[in-house]
């Protein structure tokens, strides 16, 4: 392959977007690193990459290459995930640790190697082991290919808005103490609009960040959540915004004043400056409809209109309370697919595997925790075990013991998940996948439990989008909700929620060979042992198997 423009860029993730960048082959250098952050009011080592918090935004094109060196210099083990990106047949530079990869440990290299394949939009990425990810974390912006445009009017410059939390204390001793005792984490002490919490009490005004409009003109903003564990409101005061694109899948446009947004998902939106002056507040807040204890702070940033003077003040806006459900509801209910003839939905009709997963948290017994027991969560009642040997490599090479491929297709006692609860509330522990011929298609509903208490979970699923075609509250039905199912323009994504005391239908096709993470990407879920994978066989050839491995895989 040519490799035309060849170059390191390392650009902050709140850089305005050039509009005329090109290029077959993306090379970039990741240098994991430590370093203080004074601006958010704590003098605490952080691990960033390149220095930059966030990291740098990835540019590049629908069917591009990218390279990207990480070098490891701090003490902990690192791997990288690229959010949403398919790595059709490339799982070996998918990222999440122990699943299709050993970490990559203090000192060490790994070239990440991988093409986004009929992909464009927003993506991002993040550290896939223990809680790093909630300072290492960027964008990834995937452009058309050159001459392709997108399929709303032109905006006339793009914006990442990077939301986030931010502890003052490590969070590595954050949830290590949590584990300890057996109980939740502490919430974060604040969230952030790329970096910056705005007004925070206690805390010196650092100004925020502020995004710089002229009247008339229309700007597309990339919105990330890259939360650890909070789902967000996000609200600019005195403006609507057009929804066109979640989880880099277009969607049909519509109009709204609030974004929802979970942990790993990404929503692109259109903004008009449709002021002539003025300073107008954007802000993030939390949202959860459950009764837990979540970080009630919200971070803000201001829209600033050209020529408007810095004393003018900024005008407000009404946030929806931590707990509107209603407005959320609303938001995920509007979501289509653009479902055009240039980017249809391709729904699998035909069903191989119709699966049932409970989603929920548990308890089991521990002698030296508080309460003598411990919250865990899990799916299916399988609390996930993390395997010593990367699963993919176990499953290429063939390597016994490792993991077994009977994970239940259904919960393995049913019971009224969102109502009565039951008495005993252990789980069973294992690494356990559930096993996908290539080009199987899925059905996959997932069932929130309240058998702690109901929370809303964003499910995550590695190497494939899903379409997702129902969803309700209460326990699921077969007979009822599946003749509401929307099989014709059903939003597309990587990551979706599954409501409190409810229930999401989701449907794929397991075109994509080799081993799948899926879990909540709320960190805490996932570290208490809310997660799975899938293991898809080969096709017939090599185009349809799993490509050998790098040389530079680490080893564990």
């Not at 790994?110 to 290492?136: D, S």
């Not at 905006?155 to 954050?174: G, N």
């Not at 609390?383 to 090479?397: C, D, E, G, R, Y």
């Amino acid at each position: 392959m040519a490799t035309q423009g060849i170059r390191i860029m390392l650009l902050l993730a709140i850089c305005l977007l050039p509009l005329s960048v090109e290029a077959l082959v993306r090379h970039y250098k990741f240098n994991v690193v430590m370093k203080n952050a004074t601006r958010l009011c704590s003098t605490k080592p952080i691990v960033t990459v390149n220095g930059k918090f966030p990291g740098p935004t990835i540019y590049a094109r629908e069917d591009d290459t990218v390279l990207i060196k990480v070098v490891n210099h701090v003490k902990y083990n690192v791997s990288i995930h690229w959010h949403g990106v398919r790595q059709l047949r490339t799982g070996w530079a998918d990222g999440p640790a122990f699943i299709t990869q050993c970490p990559i440990q203090p000192g060490q290299v790994y070239l990440y190697n991988f093409t986004l394949t009929g992909q464009r939009g927003t993506l991002w990425w993040h550290a896939h082991i223990l809680w790093l990810r909630a300072t290492v974390h960027g964008a990834i912006v995937i452009l058309p290919k050159l001459g392709v445009p997108y399929p709303f009017p032109k905006p006339h410059m793009e914006q990442v808005i990077l939301l986030s939390e931010w502890w003052k204390s490590d969070t590595e001793a954050v949830i290590n103490e949590a584990l300890k005792s057996g109980l939740a984490p502490n919430v974060s002490d604040a969230h952030t609009i790329n970096g910056h919490p705005g007004s925070v009490q206690g805390c010196t005004s650092q100004g925020g960040f502020t995004l710089d409009v002229q009247p008339g003109n229309t700007y597309l903003l990339r919105i990330i959540n890259a939360a650890l564990n909070e789902e967000l409101f996000f609200k600019i005061a005195g403006h609507q915004l057009t929804v066109v694109e979640v989880d880099a899948a277009y969607t049909k446009p519509f109009k709204t004043d609030t974004v929802v947004i979970a942990p790993g998902q990404t929503t692109n939106v259109l903004l008009t400056a449709t002021h002539a002056t003025g300073k107008y507040l954007v802000a993030a807040s939390p949202f959860m409809d459950a009764p837990i204890t979540v970080d009630n702070r919200t971070a803000t940033a201001a829209l600033h209109y050209s020529g408007t003077l810095g004393s003018t003040i900024t005008t407000l806006t009404t946030l929806p309370p931590t707990n509107a459900t209603p407005v959320a509801t609303t938001f995920t209910d509007s979501l289509r697919s653009l479902n055009s003839k240039s980017f249809p939905a391709r729904v699998p009709l035909k069903i191989d595997h119709n699966l049932l997963f409970t989603v929920g948290l548990g308890i089991k017994p521990c002698a030296i925790c508080v309460n003598n027991s411990r919250v865990v969560a899990d799916i299916n009642n399988v609390t996930f075990v993390m395997p010593k040997i990367a699963l993919l490599q176990a499953h290429f090479f063939k390597i016994k013991g490792v993991f077994t491929d009977d994970f239940p297709a259904n919960p393995p006692v049913v019971y009224n998940f969102t109502g009565t609860q039951p008495t005993n509330f252990n789980t069973m522990n294992g690494t356990r996948l559930y096993r996908l011929a290539y080009n199987s298609t899925v059905q996959l509903v997932l069932q929130d439990t309240g058998m702690l208490t109901p929370e809303n979970h964003p499910i995550h699923l590695h190497g494939f989008n899903f379409f997702v075609v129902g969803r309700g509250q209460g326990n699921f039905n077969r007979k009822k909700d599946t003749k509401k199912f929307n099989l014709v323009d059903p939003v597309e994504r990587n990551t979706v929620g599954v409501p409190a005391g409810g229930w999401t239908a989701i449907r794929f096709r397991a075109d994509n060979p080799g081993v799948w993470f899926m879990h909540c990407h709320l960190e805490i879920h996932t570290t208490w042992g809310l997660k799975m994978a899938f293991v898809v066989d080969n096709g017939k050839g090599p185009n349809e198997s799993i490509l050998p491995p790098p040389r530079d895989l680490p080893k564990c």
